[in-house]
């Protein structure tokens, strides 16, 4: 088991951990569905928690049994048409959108000299950061496209590690999402869940309210 005193960097993902751009998420898929003659359902919304664009595209299609309909650069096109409905939505985003405690939890982080860095599988990571005013505390951003696999596949997190320098065990995983929690516990990190104990449960320690996440808190979870 990994000991407090071992962590030596955070691995943040960015929707619903940070901030809540989920919401823009759903507009757009949800505008898009619609175009696409698909039922938006709650189920669908939830089962787009944590997947990458294309991945999400392709559940839609699927729950729709239009999986087939489209050729691969159709899919492409309608990716893009998402993402471009996305990204008007985010140009309203403001530092006042960052959770509760977030920024003080990142300058308590960069006080104790804890490294940094961003397992987003949006695209889109570097333009929330900057809407948020938050790119000074996150030079190293993973960038989707290098990747592989999407999650629960831990590749993400493991880049992640990588690119601050760190091994994965000594890394704290922060994710709002099943499919990343189990992707930050196949790389071997410690995972922090963001929301409710009763749906993030193999989550090694879990806050619904993001004003408590703190060092303090973390190390209390972590020597239980």
């Not at 729709?64 to 471009?84: C, F, I, R, V």
Request: negative net charge; aromatic residues 8%; proline residues 4%.
């Amino acid at each position: 088991m990994t000991k407090f005193a071992d962590i030596k960097g955070f691995v943040f993902d960015l929707d619903g951990v940070i901030t809540d751009t989920a919401q823009f998420h759903t507009k757009a898929w949800s505008k898009l569905a619609d175009q696409l003659g698909v039922k938006w359902s709650d189920d669908l919304q939830n089962g787009l928690k944590g997947l990458s664009r294309m991945d999400s595209l392709e559940l839609i299609l699927k729950t729709g049994h239009k999986e087939n309909d489209y050729s691969p650069a159709e899919k492409e096109k309608l990716a893009t048409q998402k993402n471009d409905l996305y990204l008007q939505f985010v140009q309203t985003i403001t530092p006042a959108d960052i959770f509760p405690g977030i920024k003080e939890f990142l300058d308590e982080l960069n006080q104790h000299g804890y490294l940094m860095s961003i397992a987003s599988a949006s695209k889109n990571a570097p333009t929330v950061l900057s809407k948020l005013g938050l790119t000074d505390y996150f030079e190293h951003v993973v960038d989707p496209r290098t990747l592989t696999h999407g999650k629960p596949d831990p590749e993400i997190f493991i880049k992640a590690a990588e690119i601050i320098g760190l091994k994965p065990e000594q890394c704290i995983g922060l994710e709002d999402a099943t499919a990343g929690i189990a992707g930050i516990n196949a790389a071997n990190e410690v995972s922090l869940g963001v929301g409710s104990p009763d749906i993030l449960t193999e989550a090694d320690m879990v806050f619904e309210d993001t004003n408590n996440i703190t060092l303090a808190n973390i190390e209390a979870n972590m020597n239980k």
